[in-house]
T-cell receptor, first 114, second 112 residues
Framework: GAGVSQSPRYKVAKRGQDVALRCDPISGHVSLFWYQQALGQGPEFLTY????????KSGLPSDRFFAERPEGSVSTLKIQRTQQEDSAVYLCASSPWGGPYEQYFGPGTRLTVT | QKEVEQDPGPLSVPEGAIVSLNCTYS??????FMWYRQYSRKGPELLMYTYSSGNKEDGRFTAQVDKSSKYISLFIRDSQPSDSATYLC????????????WGAGTKLIIKP
């Protein structure tokens, strides 16, 4: 079956531009997670949705980062006024429930801010 | 000091060797321990998970957790070139058990 998909796969933005990253989870998966992975590092948690409810956004680095999942399926991570330190791979994962060991990851969006 | 420490490598071994990958952690409240494999330009893929202490085996892979030492290991037997990837450990407490804390990953190279 289809896995988690993310688009675009690569995004280059000039400093100060706004970007929107899309995640299509596995159909029927209740939970959705966003992670940020810097080069040579493990992923870092950004935010978590259960259906359309954003239950935890404690990992979002600043108020320039915003995530939504309005219909409990597709999610968008938006970054306003991008900065160079935002350059990273943004990973989306979905889970049939909230359990820690059933997170299925997409390929990620590599964001480069110039 | 990070909550989860993992040697970044690279670790280079000949095909057929037994590989040992390790992580140490500082938070004694961690209960779930996972190992992920990540190929270049791909997302992490879950290999194994263990709850609390003990061993778990799945084919060529064995995961071990020693909570008294705060140390976890992944062993790969009969390593293959296709095992070449970055291996990440991840762990979580039982409180908000959806939020994973990750090691930095160890790059593994299996030489044919």
């Amino acid at each position: 079956g289809a896995g988690v998909s993310q688009s675009p796969r690569y995004k280059v933005a000039k400093r100060g531009q706004d970007v929107a990253l899309r995640c299509d989870p596995i159909s029927g998966h209740v939970s959705l997670f966003w992670y940020q992975q810097a080069l040579g590092q493990g992923p870092e948690f950004l935010t978590y949705f259960q259906n359309e409810a954003q239950l935890d956004k404690s990992g979002l680095p600043s108020d320039r980062f915003f995530a939504e999942r309005p219909e409990g399926s597709v999610s968008t991570l938006k970054i306003q006024r991008t900065q160079q330190e935002d350059s990273a791979v943004y990973l989306c994962a979905s889970s049939p429930w909230g359990g820690p060991y059933e997170q299925y990851f997409g390929p990620g969006t590599r964001l480069t801010v110039t | 000091q990070k909550e989860v420490e993992q040697d970044p490598g690279p670790l280079s071994v000949p095909e057929g060797a037994i590989v040992s990958l390790n992580c140490t952690y500082s938070n004694s409240a961690f209960q779930y321990f996972m190992w992920y494999r990540q190929y270049s330009r791909k997302g992490p893929e879950l290999l194994m998970y263990t709850y609390s202490s003990g061993n778990k085996e799945d084919g060529r892979f064995t995961a071990q957790v020693d909570k008294s030492s705060k140390y976890i290991s992944l062993f790969i037997r009969d390593s293959q070139p296709s095992d070449s990837a970055t291996y990440l450990c991840a762990m979580t407490t039982g409180d908000s058990n959806y939020q994973l804390i990750w090691g930095a990953g160890t790059k593994l190279i299996i030489k044919p």
